[in-house]
């Protein structure tokens, strides 16, 4: 089970402050009412742009329909090939006629005690009316930013699908917050863990209820008939739990049917629009939890129901090592498409510290996504990465080949989204004599410099290093806690590569990466 | 990795005390000769008998053809449908012309430190001689095991396959001993783990040698133009490491090779014969683990290489939780039957202490290979189950109704095979103030008694339990260490059961078991 800072939480899910680069020249306004003829492929990679993050980014006084298009612009600019447009936690982004809107209830004017606010860490005050007064601005400029934001999308040719949060709960200990829908305060008796609610994932809605399911699927049918979109996704990592312990796999089959129902609202929207919309879902980063969860990917796609499926950690890191190559296998058959997930934080160890990926964790974790199989790569919280510096990663995350060229880091870490009672199996850290680490790290990297780079506890003596067998060189080290071994060329394999770590004294290891160089072009 | 107690070892894997009943009357010699008109399908339950076992219950002075025939029809008896016939471990058990036998170079007329026993510890050098005068005294008496066995199999309507040991390590630490061919013994430089040999797996041959696989091609070879037999099967299990450390993937590009090679051996076999001749292997117990070992049996269906898969664990502990499903869905599309894999001890813990496996244990394992997806049940080091008492379970485990009938136990244990590098995951012990299980538990066993069973380390208070989110009520208790509790009707489930502990203080978890008593007919 994940446990999370509510403070951490925030700052990085909802509101990473982003790398703004200078707008393009903006656009002339299109017309709100343009269908397009024909519907924009799935392509790679998929971009998703949280409920919040753009409001959080651009104040009311300089928001406007221009400011959206100049957005889309670049993403364009780092070739996006699809925008996930998410429209909700809680509540809607949007002027949904069936949800709550973020802004309900706020009172611009008023004070910070006001009953959506009071409860609110003092210090979170400031972002969030800056968040809600730019919301409501557009809102009611008469600006739908997902209806804007797709129009300027089709002119670029990025594939254009909203996506729906299926158990938002950030803010769910709280008594209220303009994160919390009156629906979800309305209905805490039907939480999936009534009796322990220790954690936000114990306060999830327990979709067994079907008052639950047909409150989403109001704000899913909403936007198959308001949108001209290619696509839509049902994000059920958001946040993962759904059913109660134990009662996931009768959950499955709930859940199962639900997705069939949206398929048909899908199939509505395609005649009504006169081209595809397409579905797909975010479901953990294994075929066992998935479906231990009763988020059974591989059943809705074998079912014809699905298009798209996304397996993904959940937030707190990025994973390395998703067995893609099962995803791939179970797919046969199947018109589905696979992409992996790619979260934005780093974080070795459960509980233990967290830094955003560097542009080579990002690089390593999108080529063992694509070398194992996987037709595209899908970025989550990667919001300041269609700028520079970091949109070069971006463009790469299209295929094997480009991606190839970056330098890359394949890191251990673990996985934050387990069924209950599942094996936990985290790798770090690691304590004793030996430990022993493998990584998937796509094409053979010969004739570039590659290292391992690890991390002790406290001050040691070096330890030794063999990769797929063969020993490294002495480790350089400039604290006495990491250290980086020359990695010889004739260890060095295609997908995969196992660190062996030995060391005469127990050590405890708390970072481990595999690290491969530019290739000289 | 797997640390084995090589005293242990032997007891269990080769020399486990057979319940031997009395025999059943002998049955006439059949023509030695004798060639079926069409072959026997497979069928389960599917029962391994290992090369020596036969030979250590039976002593050299009660030997004969006809004690073969009664063995079998014990097997008969207990209704198994599939007889894999193992014919080696690093040598042969019968008279072969390309393999040295198990009594090559053993005197049976001289000392016990004769150049083959005398590395031995000597409690074993008895029971060694009586295998090794028996299995020579059937071979002189011009009888092949295999041949009389598969004969009156006919006769029974059991499916008759040999299965040959890829890679067999008994002993591989020792100088000298029966169970070591000389062409390891001059091949000691062709293990896996040359740097480090510390345990039997590092000392397993490296495959990516060609004199490795020819070695063992002879044999099969062999066998495939000998016997009247139904399929021949690759028991990569024994002992299930190939590869050098981190070679493991280009390693299964080799292996994927030899199966195709062996595959048309068995076509060729297949001609002679005139009925078919299929093909089998045994790999480890997930999908990830078996590909990253080399052992990719999922690629060896789909190019239509094999008939039979069976993931299964090694040898230290019984599995009641394989990912059956996944390995169903990744076959889908192949003619590939899958089989999941019971070895015989029960193991909680790595390094723990071990049972065999109770008849409540056996029917639960049983249960959850069948009731997660696949066609037979296989059973490995359960010789003693072919008589009363043990014979009821093995005749239930044909199917998913005859086992629902029995009392079953589903317990928690662990992986026992993982590639290098793989997370372990073990769950026993648990410590803390809350532990969470799943285990998979077949059909829902209602109107029956349901109970959990755990055991504490040390004198405890007893925890709370919860079966899917139900408490459950007080337990009782003999000794204040293990307890059981009762399980509410109400919290049942088809396929899997969540279990979870609570308690105020830190606790030792060392078992955990969910009891299905018998079904009321």
Chains 1, 2 share one sequence.
Not at 212 to 236: A, N, P, S
Not at 468 to 475: D, I, K, S, T, W
Request: include cysteine.
């Amino acid at each position: 089970m994940v446990k999370q800072n509510r403070r951490e939480f925030i700052k990085t899910s909802l509101g990473q402050a982003a790398v703004v680069a200078a707008l393009s020249p903006l656009a002339h306004g299109e017309s709100r009412k343009t269908r397009s003829k024909k519907g924009i492929p799935l392509k790679g990679p998929i971009f998703n742009q949280d409920s919040t993050q753009f409001f959080y980014d651009h104040a009311a006084d300089e928001i406007n329909g221009e400011v959206v298009d100049a957005w889309v612009d670049s993403l364009a600019g780092a070739e996006v090939g699809t925008l996930m447009s998410n429209t909700c936690a809680m509540r809607a982004n949007y002027a949904s006629k069936v949800w709550e809107t973020d802004w309900h209830g706020y009172d611009p004017n008023g004070p910070d005690d006001q009953p959506v606010l009071k409860y609110l860490p003092k210090d979170d005050i400031p972002g969030t009316r800056r968040r809600l007064d730019s919301v409501k601005k557009l809102a009611d400029m008469g600006i739908n930013f997902h209806e804007r934001a797709f129009a300027r999308c089709r002119k670029n040719g990025i594939s254009c699908w909203t996506s729906v949060r299926m158990n938002d709960l950030h803010d769910c200990d709280l008594e209220d917050s303009p994160l919390l829908s009156t629906f979800y305060k309305e209905h805490r008796h039907l939480i999936r863990v009534p009796y322990r609610a220790s954690s936000w994932m114990d306060r999830a809605l327990d979709w067994s209820h079907r008052e639950v399911r047909d409150h989403y699927m109001k704000l899913l049918r909403e936007q198959l008939e308001m949108f001209d979109l290619d696509g839509i996704e049902l994000d059920w990592m958001r946040f993962g739990y759904h059913f109660g312990i134990g009662r996931e796999l009768e959950g499955g089959e709930i859940l199962t049917q639900f997705v069939g129902e949206v398929r048909k609202e899908c199939q509505k929207a395609a005649k009504r629009l006169g081209h595809p919309v397409m579905l797909g879902v975010r479901v953990p980063s294994t075929p066992e939890t998935a479906r231990n969860l009763g988020m059974d990917g591989v059943a809705w796609a074998k079912a014809g129901l699905i298009d798209l499926l996304v397996p993904t950690p959940f937030w707190a890191t990025c994973e390395f090592n998703m067995p893609m190559d099962t995803w791939r296998g179970l797919l046969n058959g199947t018109k589905t498409k696979l992409a992996g997930g790619l979260e934005i934080l780093y974080r070795p160890m459960p509980g233990g510290p967290a830094d955003g990926n560097t542009p080579e964790l990002a690089a390593g974790a999108a080529m063992a996504v694509l070398a194992g199989g996987a037709d595209f790569v899908y970025v989550f919280n990667y919001f300041s990465w269609i700028y520079e510096p970091l949109r070069p990663i971006l463009k790469a995350m299209a295929g094997i080949k480009t991606l190839d060229k970056l330098p890359r880091h394949h890191a251990i870490t673990y996985r934050d989204v387990l069924a209950p009672g599942e094996p936990d199996g985290h790798q770090l850290p690691a304590t004793g004599g030996l430990s022993t680490f493998r990584l998937q790290t796509g094409p053979k990297p010969t004739g570039r410099q590659v290292e391992v780079i690890l991390e002790l506890q406290g001050e040691a003596s070096p330890p030794g290093v063999r990769v797929n067998g063969v020993p490294c060189g002495a480790p350089k080290s400039e604290n006495g806690k990491v250290f980086v071994f020359p990695v010889p060329e004739e260890s060095l394999a295609d997908r995969c590569h196992v660190v062996e770590v030995t060391s005469a004294k127990p050590m405890t290891i708390v970072r481990v990466e595999f690290a491969i160089g530019s290739r000289a072009s």
